[in-house]
Nanobody, 123 residues
Framework: QVQLVESGGGLVQSGGSLRLSCAASGSTLNRYAVGWFRQSPGKEREGVSCISGLDRSTYYADSVKGRFTISRDNAKNTVYLQMDSLKPEDTAIYYC????????????????WGQGTQVTVSS
């Protein structure tokens, strides 16, 4: 079982940047695909990005392509989400999650979740 903790959220103006971190314990994260998801009040949890554990293949939702970059540092057991050119519609609680299978951005495919970190983008 892997435990995940997100950090790096905060308040930023439109056009600004943040880097989120997802630190793992309990297992080596290189065995897992790791995804980033977000959820706003009253909305369903949305897949944002995912990175594989085997070959570091990456996947992005259309809404963030060209603005967000996912990466991993297996030596630090951490996955990152670099968020650039942020927009107010990016405001949400961001979660990371892990699974032993192939990477996806479907929330139901992930079993291990962090507690979330708040990202707020002002107009």
């Amino acid at each position: 079982q892997v435990q995940l903790v997100e950090s790096g959220g905060g308040l930023v103006q439109s056009g600004g940047s943040l880097r989120l971190s997802c630190a793992a314990s309990g297992s080596t994260l290189n065995r897992y695909a790791v995804g980033w998801f977000r959820q706003s009040p009253g909305k369903e949890r949305e897949g944002v990005s995912c990175i594989s554990g085997l070959d570091r293949s990456t996947y992005y939702a259309d809404s963030v392509k060209g603005r967000f970059t996912i990466s991993r540092d297996n030596a630090k057991n951490t996955v990152y989400l670099q968020m650039d050119s942020l927009k107010p519609e990016d405001t949400a609680i961001y979660y990371c999650a892990a699974r032993a299978g192939i990477p996806t951005i479907v929330p139901a495919d992930f079993d291990s979740w962090g507690q979330g970190t708040q990202v707020t983008v002002s107009s």
